[in-house]
């Protein structure tokens, strides 16, 4: 069996495992360099789970052991170099140990969002941007650490003339209640997932939504409900996830999108910077906009 058959059988099997065999197989799929690379052992203490729970994952594929499956992935590799997106450091950026804790950090950043280019393809990038583009009315959510990814693309799509609402289940605003058929919704979210993320992208999925997902998993909930997802790491050499490489992917999408939507850019800035400026207050509170007028 192929590397990209084995991943298939995981994705189309992963609601039937158990919960240990979930999680060794969700790494499986989204680290597929380090399955290649690691023994059993290594890899059971990298997932949080025991050697064995390995094995009986290559037991569960229909393999005789783990090696069978590193051996699987390592002829992936041969075969096409580093084609997939990885955790860890996959252009080489790592610093050295000893190094700056900045250096750490700033390396591991770079390394993120250069890897894009590998890990999320240009036909990924293009469906998506198809997808958000044809919608009757556009949508975001994202819950806690990405709801700052969410606002972004929003002010970008607003850019273009094409405003997004902002969908916040918990306030529940007017918006969620008008979106339906015909309409699109950004989800972007990471582990942990809760329970009420998981349970609100499904129902506006269910009301006919088209949902396009930015998220850390093939096996994340948001991209169990989505048309369109598209995987990117929250990995990093600090206390906190990154949002460098989502951020990226929205800057992206919302090129992609003026495109499509055939936007003027250049002209729908010149006349954000023109309200900017004539409506934001000064620090001593007098406005830019009435000082012109009385002048």
Request: overall charge neutral.
């Amino acid at each position: 069996m192929e590397q990209g058959r084995l991943a298939e059988v995981l994705e189309a099997e992963f609601e039937t495992m158990p919960p240990q065999l979930q999680t060794a197989a969700r790494f499986v799929l989204d680290h597929p360099m380090e399955v290649a690379l690691m023994s059993m052992r290594e890899l059971g203490r990298r997932v949080g789970v025991s050697h064995t729970t390995m094995a009986r994952l290559a037991a569960w594929l229909g393999l005789d052991s783990y090696d069978e499956l590193r051996t699987i992935y390592a002829r992936a590799v041969r075969a096409h170099g580093r084609p997939w997106h990885n955790s860890g450091d996959p252009h080489g950026f790592a610093a050295e140990e000893g190094s700056s804790g900045f250096g750490r950090v700033a390396n591991t950043l770079i390394a993120q969002v250069v890897s894009l280019d590998g890990a999320v393809s240009a036909k990924q990038l293009s469906a998506m941007a198809d997808l958000l583009a044809d919608s009757r009315r556009l949508f975001c959510f994202g819950p806690g650490s990405a709801q700052t990814v969410a606002r972004h693309f929003a002010l970008l799509m607003a850019q273009l003339g094409k405003p997004v609402a902002v969908l916040d289940p918990v306030s529940g605003t007017d918006a969620i209640h008008r979106a339906g058929l015909g309409d699109a919704m950004l989800a972007i979210g990471f582990a942990p997932h809760g329970q009420a993320t998981s349970a609100f992208v499904q129902q506006m999925s269910r009301r006919g939504i088209a949902v396009a997902a930015i998220t850390d998993s093939k096996m994340s909930p948001l991209a169990r409900f989505a048309r369109e997802t598209i995987v990117v790491s929250t990995n990093s050499q600090s206390f906190f996830p990154t949002m460098a490489p989502a951020l990226s992917v929205v800057e992206i999408l919302a090129a992609l999108t003026a495109d499509r939507t055939g936007a003027n850019v250049d002209e729908m800035r010149r006349r954000e910077e023109q309200h900017v400026a004539a409506t934001n207050p000064t620090p001593n509170g007098f406005c830019w906009g009435r000082l012109k007028r009385q002048g």
